[in-house]
């Protein structure tokens, strides 16, 4: 014979519903791990792509200093749109002598000055 609902004291259906609510958040989290654990492990076997540095510009736009192969790139990344700012004929410098100094590129300033000029013009 089933018991009627009310007969159900409420205390067990609020510890089973906080249960339930626990396994599917604790599922969501080891899903977000694992994802993360998968984009560092396919990062590392190409290697042929790599974002080295990246600048917010606007709110919906970045410039970004890319490695695709041996070549380096600086990126314009907008809203529905990606254009090559600039191609490096050398590599920038990631870096001082010690290693702890920001990224540090020669003659960027002034190559994105030139690249805005010839957008202006």
Known sequence: ???PAAAIPV???MAQ???SLLLVLGAIFALAWL???MQ???S???GALSVKAGLQVGPKERVMWIRAGDTDLLI???SGRVQTLHVFDHPPVEGGADGDS????PGFAEALRKVMRGRSA
């Open 1 to 3: 014979m089933a018991l």
């Open 44 to 46: 590392g076997l190409g």
């Open 11 to 13: 205390g067990a259906g």
């Open 76 to 78: 314009g990344v907008a």
């Open 102 to 105: 920001p990224v540090q590129a």
């Open 40 to 42: 560092g492990m396919r």
């Open 17 to 19: 519903t906080a249960l």
């Open 35 to 37: 994802m993360r654990r």
